[in-house]
């Protein structure tokens, strides 16, 4: 069973241009959050996602940031006009359901703003 | 709302010797409480959760974690160091919502293991 993918691993973006974040939770899995890591810090929750819903998204910044876990591919985090501040690493988990508690991690897309 | 504060952000133990990684908690109802373990440029992997039930909970690669609810902690053991140890750790805890569930993460501890 493969774990939670994450593509690309590596994404370097000049500022102002947009950022696309790409997340396949395990086979089964139908709930997808995503987190930040900045350097020398824990991972922040950004949002949480099941198939076609956004269920919290209370760590999102309120601008440029956004996200969708449509029917059918991927879950996509996209950054719009991409700021030195958004260089860190992001990160996409997935469970299989709301009262299951373990998360799985991928391993990540590390976003580099130049 | 919860939070988690690891002491230490950086630990250094020789091979063999104990190691013991700091946490506390703050939450207003019982927690659900994690660690996970993250290798250079890799995510996280689970070691353990305390869930309910005995407050003793041993996970992967010989680490063990022990819920006090009277100091709020979760520390992290293992009595032998391995040089493959060496990693960061990261202490969580979930509560279950109405919105789901979302961990809420520490700082992190880097483990360093010498010879």
């Known amino acids: 069973n493969a774990g939670v993918m994450q593509n690309p691993r590596h994404l370097v973006r000049r500022r102002g241009q947009e950022a696309r974040l790409r997340c396949s939770p395990m086979?089964?899995?139908?709930?997808v959050y995503w987190y930040r890591q900045l350097p020398e810090e824990g991972l922040k929750f950004m949002v949480y996602?099941?198939?076609?819903?956004?269920?919290?998204e209370s760590g999102m910044p309120k601008e440029r940031f956004s996200a969708e876990f449509p029917k059918e591919g991927p879950s996509i985090l996209r950054i719009q006009q991409v700021v030195r501040g958004d260089s860190a690493a992001y990160f996409c988990?997935?469970?299989?359901?709301?009262?299951?508690?373990?998360?799985?991690f991928g391993p990540g897309t590390r976003l580099t703003v130049t | 709302a919860q939070s988690v504060t690891q002491l230490g952000s950086h630990v250094s133990v020789s091979e063999g010797a104990l190691v013991l990684l700091r946490c506390n908690y703050s939450?207003?109802?019982?927690?659900?409480l994690f660690w996970y373990v993250q290798y250079p440029n890799q995510g996280l992997q689970l070691l353990l959760k305390?869930?309910?039930?005995?407050?003793l909970v041993k996970g992967i690669n010989g680490f063990e974690a022990e819920f006090k609810k009277s100091e709020t902690s979760f520390h992290l053991t293992k009595p032998s160091a391995h040089m493959s140890d060496a990693a960061e750790y990261f202490c969580?805890?979930?509560?279950?919502?109405?919105?789901?569930?979302?961990?809420?993460f520490g700082t992190g501890t880097q483990l360093k293991v010498e010879l």
């Open positions: 086979k089964g899995h139908s709930h």
């Open positions: 305390y869930t309910t039930g005995a407050t």
């Open positions: 939450s207003s109802v019982p927690p659900y």
């Open positions: 988990a997935s469970s299989p359901g709301t009262g299951v508690l373990e998360q799985y």
């Open positions: 996602l099941q198939k076609e819903n956004i269920i919290d």
């Open positions: 969580a805890v979930n509560i279950l919502t109405g919105g789901g569930n979302k961990l809420t």
